[in-house]
């Protein structure tokens, strides 16, 4: 869980211009998360700074969970990485990506990505199974063996701001987003000051029974085009253009706000702003960003 201590250090390298902003210590870590039914609940999904929902085949979903605060002791279940994950990976400066595996020919284009790949083959040591469910969703990496300490918010290149909420927005207390076979509703706690996540109509919570409760929820409008890589069925893979421009939402401090994003290249962060070019800032604590197909 995110501490106290932690969101006001992620409100201060962000939002104070008047602090200078220290090099990282490392690379942060991403890992991907399985999100069927099957992979539920999932270890470690609490400690991430951010969590990105991506759409995959099937109409279904999967998780690209990124640390660089804490790092828990285990995260999972793991599976595979897309094409479009290194694209959205470019902006950090060479992360670690756990991942169970890819598609054959797009193992080549993930060893020429500027990240460090690392599945269970390369490092067998800090990947095990676990007792409950069965393969393939029982895979769970030690994210202590992979980095020697988290790197610190300095890593998080994003581009987001954290701090004060804007000025409007529309009050909401619950939020749902439909995939073709997966949806997430996010209800908003006044008490908690949380946004309590769902996923297909069944509380999102970690194996050690912690609910999942980012602090700001944007939902991304992108095109998502087919990529070239598909599953054994022939199914296409979805690719979320994640350089670009277009409109977003995001909700924090039970408010909706319409916003636009941009992010020019895939080496910079995704800037959020009004529609009158004022930079947007998130509340202190996780955010989960939520890829969906632009109407």
């Given amino acids: 869980m995110t501490t106290y201590a932690t969101e006001r250090a992620l409100w201060t390298v962000f939002h104070d211009p008047g602090v200078r902003t220290p090099p990282p210590a490392g690379p942060l870590l991403a890992v991907k998360i399985d999100n069927v039914r099957a992979a539920r609940p999932q270890t470690g999904l609490d400690a991430a700074d951010i969590v990105y929902v991506e759409p995959v085949e099937g109409g279904l979903s999967r998780l690209m969970a990124v640390y660089a605060t804490k790092l828990p002791k285990a995260v999972g279940p793991v599976r595979s990485a897309r094409e479009s994950d290194l694209e959205l990976l470019r902006q950090f400066d060479r992360p670690v990506l756990a991942f169970s595996g890819a598609q054959r020919k797009l193992l080549p284009l993930i060893g020429e990505a500027p990240l460090r790949a690392v599945t269970p ?50 009050p909401r207390t619950s939020r749902t987003v439909r995939y073709p076979a997966a949806r997430f509703t996010f209800e908003w706690s006044p008490d908690r000051r949380r946004w309590l996540v769902s996923t297909d109509g069944r509380a999102t919570t970690t194996a050690d029974g912690r609910r999942a409760a980012p602090a700001t929820v944007v939902v991304q409008y992108m095109k998502v085009r087919a990529s070239a890589y598909h599953d054994s069925l022939g199914n296409h893979t979805p690719y979320p253009e994640t350089v670009g421009a277009g409109k977003a939402e995001v909700l924090r401090d039970g408010r909706s706000y319409a916003v636009r994003w941009k992010r020019p290249t895939a080496e910079e962060g995704t800037r959020f702003t009004t529609n009158d070019g004022r930079p947007v800032a998130f509340a202190p604590g996780q955010v989960w960003v939520v890829f969906a197909k632009a109407p």
Avoid: I, K
């Fill in 121 to 170: 083959d390369a490092a067998p040591g800090a990947y095990y199974r676990g007792a409950d469910g069965q393969a393939p969703h029982n895979l769970y990496v030690r994210p202590g063996r992979l980095l020697p300490s988290a790197p610190g918010a300095t890593a998080l290149t994003t581009g987001f701001r954290f701090g004060a909420a804007p000025d409007g927005g529309t």
